[in-house]
Nanobody
Framework: QVQLVESGGGLVQAGGSLRLSCAAS????????LAWYRQDPGKRTLVAQI??????NYATFVEGRFTISRDNAKNTVYLQMNSLKPEDTAVYYC???????WGRGTQVTVSS
C-alpha cells in the first residue's frame, strides 16, 4: 500500500521560512517525477515539480523563493519555502506525478 506523509507545515510570520517534507512508503520514488501542490479556493495549484533526473520547474508566484529537492535514498521530497507571504497560506500536498498518489497535506499559515 502506497502512503505519502507530509510534514513541516505550521504557522510562520511573513518573511519567514519553512521546510516541508513528504516521505513515501510502498513505492520507489526514484522512478517518478514528484510535485508539490497547494489548495487554493476551488482548485489545487501546482507549486513546484522535480523530474526523476532532478530538473525542476516552479510556478511563477514562488520562483526565487521556494526550492524543491528530492532524496531518492530516503524516498523523500522536500520543499524549502523562504520569504513566505500571507498569500502562501494553504494546505500543501505532495504528488507522485503520473500516478494517483497524493499525501493528505500539511497546513502552512503565514501571518502578516
Amino acid at each position: 500500500q502506497v502512503q505519502l506523509v507530509e510534514s513541516g507545515g505550521g504557522l510562520v510570520q511573513a518573511g519567514g521560512s519553512l521546510r516541508l517534507s513528504c516521505a513515501a512508503s510502498g513505492i520507489d520514488f526514484s522512478a517518478f517525477p514528484l510535485a508539490w501542490y497547494r489548495q487554493d479556493p476551488g482548485k489545487r495549484t501546482l507549486v513546484a515539480q522535480i523530474s526523476s533526473a532532478g530538473s525542476t520547474n516552479y510556478a511563477t508566484f514562488v520562483e526565487g523563493r521556494f526550492t524543491i529537492s528530492r532524496d531518492n535514498a530516503k524516498n523523500t521530497v522536500y520543499l524549502q519555502m523562504n520569504s513566505l507571504k500571507p498569500e502562501d497560506t494553504a494546505v500543501y500536498y505532495c504528488n507522485v506525478v503520473t500516478t494517483g498518489y497524493w499525501g493528505r497535506g500539511t497546513q502552512v499559515t503565514v501571518s502578516s
